[in-house]
């Protein structure tokens, strides 16, 4: 099992950037895919991007591609999503995840708390 914890959110002008950070523990954590979800009021939970065990493959929803940056560092049992050009349709709850590489919600066994972003305008 590996449990996730979120950290970096915050409150940002558009056109700002912000690094979230899931940090992982146990022995595990290279064993999975890991990926961040969001969810703003009201609505579901959406995919943002996910990445491969080993961290060579990444894909993204069409709504961040060019602008968000989804990485890892398995030694440090750590994966990152670098976020720049935020816009106001940004703000959410970002969730990270590990499971599947794959973009669909069920695809993932493992949930963090989450972490509010916010982009004010």
């Known amino acids: 099992q590996v449990q996730l914890v979120e950290s970096g959110g915050g409150l940002v002008q558009v056109g700002g950037s912000l690094r979230l950070s899931c940090a992982a523990s146990?022995?595990?954590?290279?064993?999975?895919?890991v990926g961040w979800f969001r969810q703003a009021p009201g609505k579901e939970r959406e995919f943002v991007a996910t990445i491969t065990r080993s961290g060579i493959s990444t894909y993204y929803a069409d709504s961040v591609k060019g602008r968000f940056t989804i990485s890892r560092d398995n030694a440090k049992n750590t994966m990152y999503l670098q976020m720049n050009s935020l816009k106001p349709e940004d703000t959410a709850v970002y969730y990270c995840?590990?499971?599947?590489?794959?973009?669909?919600?069920?695809?993932?066994?493992?949930w963090g708390p989450g972490t509010q972003v916010t982009v004010s305008s």
């Open positions: 995840a590990a499971g599947n590489y794959c973009p669909s919600y069920g695809c993932y066994n493992y």
């Open positions: 146990g022995r595990t954590f290279s064993s999975y895919a």
